[in-house]
């Protein structure tokens, strides 16, 4: 006896300091550790905050439910184990229990409809948002294994970093994204800033999100997509107003052309690199890789898998399965000059 009190007692500071942890790292503000990170327990948004409080609610539920259950069963063993003195007598058997039967059908049922009405309002005030005025329009199209992101308002195509501006509570400015796929099924998902979203061919989606603290915001594809699809990564740069109408500015102009990187240009357009991505300005307009038009003004290179570095972006030209094996961006095989001038042309596309 002294034992079962003993583990239960035990059990008990185990769930304690489970919940406590959780809620903590849920309630923790914008100077927490994991701000920009993945953790669903700091949303930065609207959809992220009402899929958080739905989460706590269910697991509230769910733990009620198990504490519950766990203690009638330690009761039932306690109080109604085999004793020396039973003789190997069977217990009282209990039959046609009205009460029991009413309470094990009707308990359930009314904790899963509370369950299901919680989670269908949560989806329909998602879901059904409308769509402000003022909003913000992105097109993310889904690509093994990276990211396209179309600004049809804004003229403006980049790729696997997204630029959104804060919204403010009391001058709500959301963002829309239209998903796409270009290929198969992938999935958008930045957890501090809303759900899982599936990237389906020829089924459009959508999703959006109204952030309240800038930074940068971690995501990825959460949904098996290929070799590749673990550094299928996505950066989402939440920006104070100024700030994203300065970086719309600076998408919406062309490239600088640069006499000393003309050989680079050359090397370039006389390449397959032309037949796969586009630079603006030039004869350059394929469709099968990234936008480098304004390649230098990303952090990362690969959807995330390496850093925006002259040594990183001369090896992913060189050799890209040294970065992203399993890419499908071939290797140019290019010489040492050609690669150098190449890389030289590339670090000018600001």
């Given at each position: 006896?002294l ?9 008990g500071r ?8 959780a ?15 993945t ?16 989460s ?27 004793r ?33 009405l ?32 179309r ?10 970093e997204?630029?959104i ?31 899982k ?66 050989a ?20 350059a ?15 990362t ?50």
């Amino acid at each position: 006896m002294l034992r079962i009190k003993s583990r239960l007692c035990c059990s008990g500071r185990i769930a304690l300091l489970v919940f406590w942890s959780a809620r903590a790292l849920w309630a923790s503000g914008p100077d927490g550790s994991s701000v920009h990170g993945t953790n669903i327990f700091v949303p930065a948004s609207t959809p992220a905050k009402s899929i958080a409080d739905l989460s706590v609610f269910v697991l509230v539920i769910t733990g009620i439910i198990f504490l519950v259950v766990f203690t009638l069963l330690v009761y039932s063993l306690v109080k109604f184990r085999a004793r020396g003195t039973d003789g190997g007598r069977e217990p009282a058997q209990v039959y046609g229990s009205t009460q029991i039967e009413l309470a094990w059908t009707i308990v359930p049922t009314l904790i899963v409809v509370v369950l299901f009405l919680a989670t269908a309002r949560v989806i329909h005030a998602i879901q059904d948002a409308p769509e402000p005025a003022g909003a913000v329009q992105v097109t993310a199209i889904g690509h093994q294994y990276w990211w396209e992101f179309r600004y049809p308002k804004l003229g403006i195509v980049t790729a696997n970093e997204l630029h959104i501006p804060v919204s403010d509570p009391s001058h709500p400015t959301p963002t829309f994204l239209q998903l796409l796929s270009a290929d198969t099924d992938h999935s958008f998902w930045v957890p501090e800033l809303g759900g899982k979203t599936d990237l389906i061919p020829n089924h459009p989606n959508r999703m959006w999100m109204d952030p309240q603290r800038t930074g940068v915001f971690v995501g990825q594809c959460a949904q098996y997509c290929g070799t590749q699809h673990a550094k299928m990564l996505l950066r989402v740069s939440v920006d104070q107003p100024a700030d994203f109408a300065a970086w719309v500015r600076s998408q919406q102009k062309p490239p600088v052309e640069d006499a000393g990187a003309s050989a680079g240009r050359r090397v370039f357009e006389s390449n397959a690199c032309m037949n796969c991505h586009t630079v603006g300005g030039t004869p350059a307009d394929g469709r099968f890789g990234p936008d480098l038009t304004h390649l230098m003004s990303r952090t990362t290179i690969a959807a995330g898998a390496a850093e925006n570095t002259h040594k990183n972006l001369r090896l992913w030209i060189q050799d890209p399965s040294a970065i992203k094996p399993g890419s499908l961006m071939p290797a140019m095989k290019l010489t040492d000059a050609d690669l150098d001038a190449i890389v030289s042309y590339m670090e000018t596309l600001n």
